[in-house]
């Protein structure tokens, strides 16, 4: 291949995909593409909702008609008829909807099943984002102190420094070391659970995302009216009620019997030595003596009242949820403000005074790293704070049913 065709497929390559070796970024919305593009999850949701679809529609399919062929042989006398179940109780069209109900029904419930799994894999997805954070302040922390040391040791050659302070910084180092290995634990125990929601064969090695926290959050009431309208486990409840009820309609006109017709020919004998074809017709009507329905309507009227009680204990629950949920990301919410205006500051002042104090000869050693410790002690707890923020973010949203949060 020349050098000119061999530049633009070079630059073509390097454009539509990544080079052997390159760590890619994922993001929240890529994990979540790839999770419900190839997840047996979502597949499964599907495949239900078109189980319920299919039961319904063969639930009103017409009676198959029937034939019927005699012959009498005291008397020629031949029969063939056809038989026609004719849906006049309009106990068909009851079904009909009942069954459109209950397939609305299974897709909200499809749907709630799937929301809850999109709300795991946004945890799992946070938690490795926070978990490869703490590693990354553990990592700068390392750096800092490796700085420290490298000039303690040309301090220390040059005869202006203590060989106690090397140590005592290479011990710090050596600790520090020891923390950043079990933070590299956490991140690669993080990832593995975030590619268990994954399809076969994906590989995470670095997740990208800012842990942030919404400004705002709707009130109470308007988050609850909200969810009772978004919630598809409450949604199904209604659907499933409103199958209930027309199934009952349909098992009361159990009472009103559909007729058979009956039409076909007959050929017999009129006469001696002389026989004749003519058509024949009937109609046949079973009469709703023992069976009316009773028995059936009755249960549908029960799973009626116990459908309505489930919703009543379940638009309860979704109140006290998206309560919970609302209370414990305002208080999350408030701790992550109120530490971030009294530390972050100050742990820089703090920080930087130690420093110039060290190296006047103001403070000892120690002091100036504990001022690193605590410096970074201060960052691994604001972090700590604001992942738990966004796990409440995500709590609320799996309450609310839908994002809760701008």
């Known amino acids: 291949m020349r050098l000119q065709t061999r530049a633009p497929a070079c630059v073509l390559l390097a454009l539509c995909g990544p080079l052997p070796g390159q760590v890619v970024d994922w993001t929240e919305a890529r994990v979540m593409e790839k999770f419900l593009e190839q997840s047996p999850y979502a597949r499964e949701a599907k495949a239900k909702a078109e189980s319920a679809r299919a039961e319904a529609a063969g639930r009103t399919l017409l009676p198959n008609p029937g034939a019927i062929g005699s012959r009498e ?18 106990r068909r069209g009851l079904l009909k909807q009942a069954g459109a109900a209950a397939v609305e029904a299974a897709e909200s ?26 590693e990354g302040v553990l990592a700068d922390g390392m750096r800092e102190l490796e700085e420290v040391i490298r000039i303690l040791r040309a301090r220390e050659r040059e005869g202006e420094g203590s060989r106690y302070d090397r140590l005592r910084a290479e011990r710090e180092l050596a600790e520090q070391r020891s923390q950043w290995a079990l933070a590299r634990s956490d991140t690669a125990q993080a990832r593995a659970a975030l590619t268990a929601y994954l399809p076969a064969g994906v590989s995470i090695q670095r997740v990208a995302a800012a842990i942030e926290t919404p400004a705002m959050v709707p009130g109470l009431e308007e988050l609850a009216r909200r969810a009772l309208s978004r919630r598809a486990e409450y949604i199904a409840e209604q659907r499933h009620m409103e199958r209930y009820r027309l199934e009952t309609r349909a098992a009361e006109r159990l009472r009103y019997p559909e007729p058979v017709a009956i039409a076909g020919i007959k050929r017999g004998d009129v006469a001696p030595g002389r026989t004749e074809t003519s058509p024949a017709i009937g109609i046949r009507i079973s009469l709703p003596v023992f069976n009316k329905g009773q028995t059936e309507a009755a249960h549908w009227r029960a799973e009626q009242e116990r459908s309505a009680a489930r919703r009543e204990a379940l638009e309860r629950r979704i109140r006290a949820e998206v309560a919970v949920a609302a209370l414990a990301l305002e208080a999350r919410t408030a701790a992550v403000d109120q530490y971030r205006r009294e530390v972050n500051e100050v742990g820089a002042d703090l920080t930087r005074i130690a420093r110039v104090s060290y190296q006047e000869g103001q403070i000892g050693i120690l002091e100036l790293l504990d001022s690193y410790r605590v410096n970074r002690q201060a960052l691994l707890r604001l972090l700590d704070l604001r992942a ?7 709590e609320l949203d799996r309450a609310v049913g839908e994002e809760a949060t701008p």
């Open 109 to 134: 419930d499809a749907a709630a099943v799937l929301w809850s799994l999109r709300m795991d894999v946004r945890r799992a997805f946070y938690r490795a984002v926070a978990a490869q954070t703490r």
């Open 73 to 90: 042989g005291a008397g020629y006398a031949a029969f063939f008829q056809l038989e026609q179940s004719l849906p006049v109780s309009g």
């Open 388 to 394: 738990l923020a966004k796990e409440a973010v995500i």
